[in-house]
């Protein structure tokens, strides 16, 4: 394996923990911050609903993960920065302020973007 592919396996597993971690932490949130987040988007109620959201992102946050880990390539680097962008774009019509919170929940996007459009221009077609 040459460095480039070494630095290219760490950059995907760093993604790879990014969405399985954030899968884990939702469902194990799910009564928690998850809950919090979406009712300080005013998306408290029904509570089906509220928990179809938060368990949907996770199986999505979890696909993503799976795919990147065990099928790295471009179908998984698209996927991976569709799913960023859509969350993104609903985030930010929910909470444009979260652009602006200290810990940059929705800033760190842009590395992770930059991160997946660098694998994907690298993974043969």
Do not use: C, F
Request: cysteine-free; hydrophobic content about 60%; aromatic content about 6%.
């Amino acid at each position: 394996m040459t460095r480039t592919e070494s630095d290219d396996r760490l950059l995907r597993l760093s993604l790879v923990a990014v969405w399985l971690v954030t899968a884990i932490v939702s469902i194990v949130e799910l009564n928690g911050q998850s809950r919090q987040v979406l009712a300080q988007a005013g998306i408290a109620s029904p509570p089906w609903l509220v928990q179809w959201l938060i368990v949907g992102g996770a199986a999505a946050d979890l696909a993503v993960g799976l795919a990147l880990w065990l099928r790295p390539g471009r179908a998984s680097y698209a996927a991976a920065l569709a799913l960023m962008l859509v969350m993104t774009l609903v985030a930010t019509v929910l909470q444009p302020t979260l652009w602006l919170h200290p810990l940059g929940p929705l800033l760190k996007n842009l590395p992770i973007a930059a991160l997946l459009w660098h694998l994907y221009r690298r993974a043969t077609p």
